[in-house]
C-alpha cells in the first residue's frame, strides 16, 4: 500500500445503517451529524447509507410472492432500490443543512465485484471516482452494499453489506478509521434485543468479530472485517445518535478475543443423512455466497443457513427441513463452537442461559448493555410497493420438540 493522503486530509468515512432512517426525521438527523463533523474535523467526508427500516424486507416479500427464484440480476435491480431512495434523501437533506452533498451512484463509487447479482463478491475497490467527487463536493453520500459487475451492471453485495462498502472505501481512500453507527452500543457479547444482560465490549479483535459474522451475528459485515484487517483499517462500531463520548461504542482491531452468544433467528436448519452430504451442500451454498453454519446434534447433522435465500433449496433436496427450530451458538473466547437446537420461541430465554453461564457476574459488571427499545420499522419503508399484507389467521400448531443437546466439537465446523 502507498502513504496515502496527509492525516489532516484523509476523509472521514461514516456509515450509517437502516435504524439511522426509522422516519424523515432520521435523515435529518444523519445531516446535522454529518454537517457538524464536517465542520470540526474540516476533512472530506464519505457518507454511507442503508434503506431505511424495513425497506429491503418489504421489497424481498414483493419478489417472493410474485417469483419463488427470480432472476439475480433482477432480484438486484429492486434490492438496491432502498439504498438509491437514501442517497437521494440524506441528499437532499444536507443541502437544507446548508452542506453541499453529492449523491453518488453505485457506478461513481469504485467497487467492482463478481458472482451472483444480488449477493456478489467484492473484488477490488479504486479511489479515482470518489476522490474526484470529493474534490468538487465536500460530502459524498454513497449507496451501501452495491457496486459494479465487469459488464457495468449495478449488482448487490448482499444482505446487510452497508459495512463491507464504508470499510472497503475507506480502504481505498487511504482512512485509517471507518465509522459504523447502528441501533446498538456497539460489538455486544450477545444480541440485547434478546438478552438484556449483554455486554458492550470496548475493544475486540478482527478474528473475534469475524467469528460472530460467521456464525450468524449481525455485528459486522465478515467482508468487511477482511477489508478492514488487509488495509489496517480501524473500525468503531457506535450508536446513532452518537453521544460523543470517547469511551463509547467498540473498537475492533487489535484488541482480546470475546466469549458471546449468536442466535439464528433468521436462519433455516435443515437435517442431511450424511456428513458427506451436508458438506457438498454447504459448499455449494457457499459457493452463491450464503453465511453457513455446519453443525451436529446427538441424531442429526445439520446445517443452517439464511431462511428464504434465492436459490437455496435446490441445493437442499436431500434433507429435512428441521421447522420451528432455532439455532443458539455459543463462542468460548479459546475458539470453540457450542451448538444447540431450540424451539423458536424459547431461543431468547436460552440465549440468556447461556450468556449467564459466560458471565455469571453480568448484573454487577461495569459495560452492560442496557435493553434498547424494540427494532423500529419505517412507515414509509412501504413507499416503493406499498403496504404489506394482513398476516394470515394463526392455526393450532403441532407441539414443537424439546432442546436438542448438540454435539461441542473442538473447533468450529469445517468449511
Not at 36 to 60: I, N, W
Not at 217 to 235: F, N, P
Request: with cysteine; net charge negative; glycine share 10%.
Amino acid at each position: 500500500m502507498t502513504d496515502g493522503p496527509a492525516p489532516e486530509r484523509r476523509p472521514l468515512v461514516l456509515k450509517f445503517g437502516g435504524s439511522a432512517f426509522a422516519d424523515l426525521d432520521g435523515y435529518r438527523r444523519v445531516a446535522r451529524y454529518a454537517a457538524r463533523r464536517h465542520a470540526e474535523e474540516k476533512r472530506p467526508l464519505v457518507v454511507v447509507v442503508s434503506a431505511m427500516s424495513g425497506t429491503t424486507g418489504r421489497l424481498q416479500q414483493t419478489l417472493d410472492a410474485l417469483a419463488a427464484d427470480p432472476p439475480a440480476l433482477a432480484a438486484a435491480m429492486l434490492l438496491t432500490a432502498g439504498e438509491t431512495v437514501s442517497v437521494a434523501l440524506l441528499a437532499a437533506a444536507l443541502d437544507a443543512e446548508g452542506v453541499p452533498g453529492c449523491p453518488v451512484p453505485a457506478a461513481a463509487t469504485g467497487l467492482l465485484a463478481q458472482g451472483p447479482g444480488d449477493r456478489a463478491e467484492l473484488i477490488s475497490a479504486s479511489p479515482e471516482a470518489l476522490s474526484g467527487t470529493l474534490a468538487d463536493c465536500p460530502v459524498a453520500v454513497v449507496p451501501g452494499g452495491q457496486a459494479l459487475d465487469a459488464a457495468g451492471r449495478t449488482v448487490m453485495l448482499g444482505r446487510n453489506s452497508s459495512d463491507l462498502s464504508a470499510v472497503a472505501t475507506a480502504a481505498t481512500l487511504g482512512a485509517d478509521t471507518c465509522e459504523l453507527f447502528s441501533d446498538v452500543p456497539g460489538v455486544c457479547t450477545a444480541d440485547p434485543y434478546l438478552v438484556p444482560e449483554a455486554r458492550t465490549l470496548s475493544r475486540i479483535s478482527y478474528e473475534g468479530v469475524r467469528r460472530m459474522s460467521r456464525h450468524g451475528a449481525k455485528v459486522v459485515h465478515e467482508g468487511a472485517v477482511d477489508w478492514a484487517e488487509r488495509a489496517g483499517v480501524r473500525l468503531l462500531c457506535r450508536p446513532f445518535p452518537w453521544s460523543g463520548d470517547p469511551e463509547g461504542g467498540t473498537a475492533v482491531g487489535t484488541g482480546p478475543a470475546a466469549a458471546v452468544v449468536v442466535v439464528r433467528k433468521d436462519s433455516d436448519v435443515w437435517s442431511f443423512r450424511s456428513g458427506r452430504e451436508r458438506r457438498s451442500a454447504g459448499g455449494r451454498l457457499r459457493a452463491e455466497g450464503l453465511t453457513v453454519t455446519e453443525f451436529d446434534t446427538e441424531g442429526e447433522v445439520c446445517l443452517a443457513v439464511p431462511a428464504g435465500a434465492r436459490g437455496a433449496a435446490r441445493h437442499v433436496r436431500e434433507a429435512r427441513l428441521l421447522g420451528g427450530l432455532c439455532l443458539v451458538t455459543t463462542l468460548p473466547a479459546d475458539g470453540r463452537a457450542e451448538h444447540t437446537l431450540v424451539p423458536r420461541a424459547e431461543a431468547a430465554a436460552e440465549a440468556r442461559r447461556r450468556h449467564a453461564l459466560l458471565y455469571p457476574d453480568a448484573e454487577a459488571t461495569p459495560g452492560q448493555t442496557a435493553l434498547p427499545p424494540d427494532k423500529a420499522r419505517s412507515p414509509r419503508s412501504d413507499v416503493l410497493v406499498g403496504p404489506a399484507p394482513a398476516p394470515a389467521r394463526a392455526v393450532a400448531l403441532a407441539p414443537v420438540p424439546a432442546p436438542v443437546p448438540a454435539f461441542v466439537p473442538e473447533d468450529d465446523c469445517p468449511d
